[in-house]
């Protein structure tokens, strides 16, 4: 479990204060479930948050950001990353949900953030359902302060799953969907299935 860093007063206004984290891992792995309790342990430390999502996303709610499990949060919608910029205010605290699903843009946001002062809580897959780094996930990862990758129960054999297996022919890069769109999977589980394996 995450535990955050201790700092003697989290202020807004203190530069140098702010960090990054990302939070990443495959479908049904527990990220936006990891990201609410991080942000509500803020709220209970009195710290202002802002959150974020991107406005294509939704699946459960049209403002906030709701996991698997059905925990929930308000947020909300933005169609740019540069949004974020605009609507973070005079938070302490910037959490950002399905962060792959924003242009690289998204980068200098976290960062221009995080030099402002704020923690910067960024969760989203790692990999896209060919098993290929997604969006500015790669690059949130190289200059965040903490990475956390969660897994998933592979739906197949039960292992340690990774990766988004998708159940559907589409071949469109995003494509929103639950469990009838797509398996949590181990490696084996889906390259047997998944026949583009990446060349080395």
Same mark, same amino acid.
């Given at each position: ?5 201790? +700092? ?23 990220? !936006? $479930?990891?990201? +609410? ?12 948050? $802002? +959150? ?20 929930? +949060? ?5 169609? %740019? ?16 949900? $399905?962060?792959? %699903? ?9 960062? !221009? ?54 159940? !559907? ?20 589980? %889906?390259?047997?299935? %998944? ?6």
């Amino acid at each position: 479990m995450f535990v955050e860093p201790r +700092i003697d007063s989290f202020k807004a206004d203190r530069k140098g204060a702010g960090w990054i984290e990302v939070i990443c891992g495959s479908m049904f792995s527990g990220k !936006t $479930e990891e990201l +609410i309790r991080r942000l509500n342990r803020a709220k209970i430390a009195k710290q202002k948050i $802002e +959150i974020f999502k991107p406005a294509v996303d939704t699946r459960y709610h049209e403002t906030s950001v709701v996991s698997h499990d059905e925990s929930s +949060i308000r947020s909300t919608p933005v169609q %740019f990353a540069d949004d974020i910029l605009l609507l973070a205010g005079n938070s302490d605290v910037v959490g950002i949900d $399905e962060a792959q %699903f924003f242009d690289l843009e998204l980068i200098h946001v976290a960062r !221009t953030l995080a030099n402002q002062g704020k923690r910067v809580i960024l969760a989203g897959l790692d990999m896209d359902f060919k098993g290929e780094p997604f969006g500015p996930m790669p690059s949130l990862m190289g200059i965040a302060e903490f990475v956390t990758k969660v897994h998933a129960i592979c739906m197949k054999c039960g292992g340690v799953a990774s990766y988004s297996y998708r159940l !559907t022919a589409s071949d469109k890069k995003v494509l929103l969907g639950e469990h009838d769109a797509y398996e949590a999977r181990c490696r084996n589980c %889906f390259y047997q299935d %998944f026949k583009d394996e990446p060349k080395s």
